[in-house]
């Protein structure tokens, strides 16, 4: 039996254990391990505790986000109201203006028109008059000229009322 190899290596095998519990090595294993699961364990904590942040702020930056869209689509109706409103008034206010201008224009031709006529009156005056003097004298005798000057002179009043 003290020959036989198998019972040397049960013997060292053994004496090998005794050793290891001697040392209290599987108690030290055990500690390593439960140290490695413990910081596996806080790590997939504080994992978990990220994840959650994350899907928080994920939520809050959505609803903002949400939010800023809604802003953006208040802020763009209100532009369309307001362009429309200003294109409206734009519009009253142009055909005012040339509702204005035409009157202008109007009044302006009137004046003119008015002008023109006086005008008119004033050479057809002159021309009548001028033709008028241009006969009496070659046409009219003196005394004839200063009967029609004082029947003239003596209606006169009456004309002017």
Request: aromatic share 4%; glycine share 4%; no cysteine.
């Amino acid at each position: 039996m003290f020959h036989d190899p198998t019972f040397w290596v049960l013997v060292s095998f053994t004496m090998f254990i005794g050793v290891l519990v001697y040392l209290k090595v599987p108690g030290m294993i055990t500690g390593a391990l439960d140290k490695r699961a413990e910081k596996i364990k806080a790590d997939i904590d504080e994992a978990e505790k990220l994840l959650e942040e994350a899907q928080d702020l994920l939520a809050t930056y959505q609803k903002k986000q949400r939010e800023a869209s809604d802003v953006a689509q208040e802020i763009k109706a209100k532009a369309k109201e307001e362009a429309e409103r200003l294109k409206v008034h734009g519009r009253e206010r142009m055909e005012d203006a040339l509702a204005r201008r035409e009157k202008l224009a109007i009044e302006r031709i009137a004046q003119a028109e008015a002008a023109a006529v006086d005008e008119i009156r004033t050479r057809t005056v002159d021309i009548a008059m001028d033709a008028t003097r241009e006969l009496l004298a070659s046409k009219l005798s003196d005394g004839k000229a200063e009967a029609m000057v004082d029947d003239a002179i003596k209606e006169l009043p009456n004309r002017l009322n």
